[in-house]
């Protein structure tokens, strides 16, 4: 059975070393480990772009990046407004997580 945090880490269209690499991830539960981190990053930091959050948590920029779009694709998170990104310097989506409080996780917004 497949928990939340089970999911193709490649794209169609991308080559075989992509799905090569993508299954190595999973199976070592490095990939999993990721998705946790993420999360945990988006909770912490709402608002905040893929740069930003890669920043935040000292990890290179491609892993959060790759994680965030699994993460939504699954219910956990989700796309709010683009801003002016304060490492790329280009108007970039922002990441919320799901919460119960929804106001209060608006209160938080830029903290």
Known sequence: MKTLFDYPA???KDPLTSFEAAEKAEKSGKAAGQRQAVLAA????PGRT???LADLMAVDRHMPARRLSELRDKGR???GQPKMCSITNYNCVTWYWYSKYPL???SHHGT
């Open 10 to 12: 490649a794209h169609r």
């Open 42 to 45: 988006v909770k912490r930091w």
């Open 50 to 52: 893929s740069a930003e």
């Open 77 to 79: 998170i989700r796309q």
């Open 104 to 106: 209060l996780e608006q």
